[in-house]
């Protein structure tokens, strides 16, 4: 034991079973060691002047500051290999770290070093090193009001015996200043920022397991994760620069567990997991991106997702969005509850990386704004879905193999191809109030509403230009409030299955062909115009099941005549009916000719 009110002038060196600082100042070099069983607390108010080093290699613990704090003026460092905890700065207001603190836990069976566990004010004037090969790592500031602080222009690292074991636990720890963070984990090991931690400077980390769970970041943060854990953080991050996050490992990389996160600057999520998805923002409401985010998804297996905002409500993108999907199951918005909205001013698009395998699904999402255009372009066999409950203001444009319309909304224009092999079954339960059109240049046909009728309250044109069907309100009374244009190699088909197009527009409404194609067909007709009727102005049609008058005029020309074909019926008028067919009509006789 030594102290209380003790001092050495020379250097020190000691072995003993058991082992106290109990005031005490030492001028040289100081070389301890206990090899006992006892759990030995020392009480702190110990000056180092020299450089001191203190082992613990017995299996009791070694315990420094239990209530008194320690300075250390030169370098300290802590050798934890016995078959305990060691405890530094344990429970006592302001220790100081002159010198660089070095933290090795290497010992003989699942223990590990506590830093400043239970203590306020710990300050740390210059370096850290920790190093653990075995045991529960080095960990920080365990109790609600303990706090570390690295002074500015040090940094904390990993030493030469590397990081394989255990936790680098850095809570309550704050990094002073800009000087720049790497952290290299390998092993099983874990690195945790926080909770109530903050780093000024750039922070780059490589670590099997990764957590972010309350941490302010003043610089950027470059982190990947290569381990098979899967890691959950709890969120209640600040991201004040920009952000990058690479999941390399087998196990899944999660964000926003609980609490949401906030990025000021720009955020990438890069998904390179060999068997596991990656989640942002993933079950917390209010998670802020206000930079650019780019959702990058190439893991080497198809089956693996980026899940942005999975259960996260109202999660705000201030910046752009930008996806890449390459080989894997896709990017995939508000897969549970959560709800997401970006920005007006900002848009949606495929990064340079591209996306040609799996789903862009739209679900939950809401893209606010008039005036700004999205425009998203896929290739290869991936797919677009709009919906579930998405929305979106200003036009869209998009061009993919597969195409999905699922319960959204579009108030501006909606110009979609679809340019693959797939038969794509739209749910329905869409509204349409901008002009639309809807294309099919692949092999696979394109089918709308089958367990939901649309709304077309604008214009809209159907195109086929290859062999693959368009089918136009398939299932269900989907209406038309503006002009109908199709444009095809065959004749497309309205209402194939059950379906029924009803047109109730409040003025003229128009029919129109392009120049070659085929008659359309109209299983069943409605026509409920309030205003000038519906003319068939460049088009013949053909109905085939029924055609029902209830408001407004059918009108129709020598040209652009309505047939009604075999076995299609239509109630009779009379002199008192204001629905009518204004113009020449001709009815198919069957093959008997009745």
């Known amino acids: 034991t030594f102290g209380p009110t ?3 002038g020379g250097n020190v060196t000691s072995i003993s079973p058991a082992l106290y600082f109990n005031g005490c100042t030492f001028n040289g070099i100081v070389n301890s060691i206990k090899n006992g069983a006892t759990n030995d607390a020392s009480s702190g108010s110990n000056v180092f002047n020299g450089a001191s080093t203190f082992t613990d290699a017995g299996s009791g613990y070694l315990m420094f500051g239990n209530g008194n704090a320690d300075q250390f003026n030169a370098a300290s460092t802590f050798n934890n290999t016995g078959g305990s905890n060691m405890y530094v700065a344990w429970n006592s207001s302001t220790n100081i770290f002159g010198g660089v603190a070095t933290f090795n836990n290497t010992p003989a069976s699942n223990t590990l070093i506590y830093v400043s566990w239970n203590s306020a004010g710990t300050i740390f004037n210059d370096n850290i090193v920790a190093t653990s090969n075995n045991g529960q790592g080095v960990q920080f500031c365990g109790a609600a009001a303990a706090t570390a602080t690295l002074a500015a222009g040090n940094t904390i690292s990993v030493g030469a015996g590397g990081f394989s074991s255990g936790t680098l636990l850095l809570q309550r720890f ?3 200043g800009a000087t720049a963070q790497s952290l290299t984990l390998t092993g099983t090991s874990n690195l945790t920022f926080g909770p109530t931690s903050a780093f000024g400077g750039n922070v780059a980390t490589v670590s099997p ?16 994760k290569n381990g098979s854990t899967n890691d959950g953080s709890i969120g209640n991050n600040t991201f004040n620069r920009a952000f990058t996050i690479t999941n390399t490992g087998t196990g899944y990389f999660l964000m926003g567990n609980g609490n949401p996160d906030l990025w000021q600057s720009t955020a990438t999520f890069n998904n390179l997991s060999t068997g596991q998805h990656m989640y942002a923002a993933y079950n917390s409401t209010g998670n802020i991106f206000n930079g650019d985010v780019v959702f990058n998804n190439q893991p080497s297996s198809t089956g693996l997702w980026i899940y942005p905002n999975y259960n996260g409500i109202n999660t705000q993108f201030n910046g752009n969005i930008s996806v890449v999907n390459v080989n894997g199951g896709g990017v995939y918005f508000g897969t549970g509850t959560g709800t997401a909205t970006l920005a007006s001013g900002k848009s949606i698009s495929i990064g340079a990386g591209g996306f ?8 939950n999402f809401t893209q606010t704004g008039p005036g700004t255009a999205q425009n998203i372009i896929s290739t290869g ?7 579930p409950t998405a929305s979106f203001d200003g036009p869209v444009t998009s061009s993919s193999p597969g195409l999905f319309f699922d319960g959204s909304i579009f108030n501006g224009t909606a110009n979609s191809t679809k340019t693959g092999t797939t038969n794509d079954q739209s749910q329905g339960n869409n509204t349409f109030n901008g002009s639309s059109t809807f294309t099919n240049n692949g092999t696979g046909f394109l089918l709308m509403t089958v367990t939901t009728a649309d709304a077309y309250n604008s214009d809209v044109s159907f195109v086929k230009n290859s062999t693959g069907l368009i089918y136009p309100n398939y299932n269900n009374n989907s209406t038309y409030g503006g002009n109908l244009t199709v444009s095809s190699t065959s004749a497309i088909t309205f ?3 059950t379906g029924t197009a009803t047109f109730n527009g409040t003025g003229l409404q128009n029919m129109n062909a392009t120049a070659g194609t085929p008659t359309p067909v109209f299983t069943r007709l409605v026509i409920n115009n309030t205003g000038s009727g519906v003319t068939l102005n460049s088009s013949p049609i053909n109905v085939s099941g029924s055609l029902t008058l ?5 009108n129709t020309s020598t040209s652009y005549i309505l047939t009604m074909l075999n076995g299609s019926t239509t109630a009779a008028g009379t002199a008192l009916s204001t629905s009518y067919v204004n113009g020449p009509m001709r009815c198919q006789k069957s093959a008997a000719g009745i």
């Open 6 to 8: 003790s001092a050495f």
């Open 174 to 176: 704050t990094q002073v």
């Open 209 to 224: 397991t990764l957590l972010f769970n309350g941490c302010n970041f003043g610089g950027n943060v470059i982190s990947i």
């Open 356 to 363: 040609n395998f799996g789903g862009l699904i739209f679900r």
């Open 381 to 387: 066999t991936s797919y677009i879905q709009y919906g």
């Open 495 to 497: 209402g194939a299955n």
């Open 550 to 554: 209830t408001s407004g005029l059918l």
